[in-house]
């Protein structure tokens, strides 16, 4: 277990990233790798007549980017768990800004408050995550 | 659209099974952006949702249960990850829709539907809970 999970204090922020811009090339290549194909995030006129905009990104391909922040920064505790809430929609063409807060500690886990902002800085998925850190 | 008929509460697709072909896993990998996509030996924790996914089973519940497409929105998803999975392995998938409630006098619905994966040897491996909203139509065409 990493000694950054082990000595942080509740409540801090353990990690940051900005992921790159969901493009609508990502949207297409994730409709196709993950077999959601619901045209809301790839056919703009579906997505209108749904009553948005432009095409949205699918809430699984924000909780991905969150999933590859998890692995990337804390690759050496196992998930065991891991929940989002799609709080808001993720529009076509922005980064993200995923944040990971030590939410609370026991003996062989610990528990992350995860969040991910829009360009704009609006909440847009507000999750957790619980890491098996061994007894 | 009049509410969906609790009726449909325990509703299941037949069970399953999915081979996890490396080539898959990296097609994922590399569609969530992974510097590792090539050489991957972990399943990425959301790959869950490819797997359920299989011949495009969300779409067949959500049609099963007479919801239109368009007025339905993904707001929470779960996953509980018991046991390892390995990558060429092949998992069965049983998935069912374990509730539906509304909220604010009917004027919003939810689906929650729940699958859980088993490994080769017949363990469970992982289970998966997704809560879908569906959309009246006033309210969709307002937003």
Known sequence: MSSRLGDATVGSILAEYQTEVITRERLALYAEASGDLNPLHLDPAFARKAGFDDVIAHGMLGMALLGRFLTEKFSAAPLSQFSARFTGIIKVDQALLCRARLAARSRNSVTLELEALDAAGKLVISGSAVLATGA | ?143
């Open chain 2, 1 to 143: 659209m009049s509410a969906i008929d609790r009726r449909f509460i325990g509703y299941a697709l037949p069970a399953f099974t999915v081979l996890l072909e490396p080539q898959r896993l990296q097609r994922f990998a590399r569609a969530v952006g992974m510097a590792d996509a090539q050489s991957l030996s972990v399943i990425p924790p959301t790959f869950f949702k490819a797997i359920e996914g299989e011949d495009n089973s969300s779409r067949r519940i959500i049609d099963a249960l007479g919801v239109p497409l368009q007025q339905v929105l993904h707001v929470e998803q779960q996953f509980d990850y018991l046991l390892p999975i390995t990558v060429g392995e092949q998992v069965r998938v049983e998935r069912k829709v374990a509730d539906i409630y509304e909220k604010k006098g009917g004027a919003m619905q939810f689906i929650v539907i729940e699958s859980s994966i088993f490994r080769g040897d017949a363990q469970l491996a992982g289970r998966s809970r997704q809560i879908v909203l569906v959309r009246r139509p006033a309210l969709a065409s307002a937003a």
